[in-house]
């Protein structure tokens, strides 16, 4: 009864994402927001070097990384102790390469790392070609979503969008109009806020997410006052209750 009013009382609200772009038969706009995510400390990169002589090449493809039982990387996020392999930016944003050293690619994309990995291992591997890729891109989604957590991305690549479905849509209490994403980058810390239910949300720089990102759905006015209402509920419930007690201990 209590939420029946509540929701009764409750401005209507718009659940629609994008929904203030024309409903014809085609939507078209440039992309000009998308931005590659850049190598930063604390990241694991798988890099593979290939080249017309294995045995040469295989020096540099073998670097495992041991992980402990208590890793924040397992559990949903699908890497393991027996299945992580690849190499540790550190606190100073290098890694140690074999046989190079320490190759600082802390700001760089995955792109601008082959460069610079190319030219440190060209004195010992003739005609490299270089692979690089985040092995511990993940997302998180919390707050009003049907299946908040922590995602692993495969192809380093994934929209606010794609995340809300990983974690099964926002419920209907979820404040569309103001999603925010929480990006950590050189030790400090950024939130933009994202409408989407505006078409301006495809524009965004933080549409496309960057790897550790945190993106929070907030509750709407609704859901506030439920939980404001179910809390003094209980809270007169327990009073009830003390008194009653009280009261039938001094008769008996």
């Not at 995510?37 to 017309?52: E, F, K, Y």
């Not at 995955?110 to 985040?134: C, H, M, S």
Request: glycine share 6%; proline share 4%; with cysteine.
């Amino acid at each position: 009864m209590a939420i029946w009013l509540l929701s009764s009382c409750s401005a209507k609200r718009n659940l629609v994402y994008l929904s203030d772009i024309a409903d014809t038969a085609a939507y078209s706009a440039a992309i000009t927001n998308m931005s590659e995510p850049r190598i930063q400390h604390g990241d694991i990169l798988s890099i593979t070097i290939n080249n017309v002589d294995p045995e040469t090449s295989n020096l540099f493809n073998k670097g495992i990384l041991p992980v402990a039982a208590s890793n924040p990387l397992q559990g949903n996020t699908g890497l393991t102790a027996q299945n992580i392999e690849g190499y540790l930016v550190d606190k100073t944003g290098s890694i140690n390469f074999p046989s190079v050293g320490k190759i600082k690619l802390e700001g760089l994309t995955p792109e601008e790392a082959v460069g610079k990995i190319t030219t440190a291992v060209g004195t010992l591997v003739k005609n490299p070609i270089v692979n690089v890729r985040f092995l511990n891109f993940k997302v998180t989604v919390i707050g009003e979503v049907n299946k908040p957590g922590v995602f692993n991305v495969t192809n380093n690549k994934l929209n606010i969008l794609e995340a809300l479905g990983l974690a099964g849509d926002m419920t209907m209490y979820g404040r569309r109009e103001d999603v925010w994403v929480m990006h950590e980058e050189k030790g400090n810390r950024k939130i933009t806020h994202i409408n989407l239910n505006s078409g301006n949300a495809l524009q965004s720089p933080a549409f496309y997410l960057q790897q550790n990102d945190v993106v929070y759905v907030k509750p709407d006015k609704m859901k506030e006052k439920q939980a404001r209402t179910d809390t003094k509920t209980l809270s007169i419930i327990v009073a009830a209750a003390t008194v009653i007690t009280v009261i039938i201990s001094r008769l008996f």
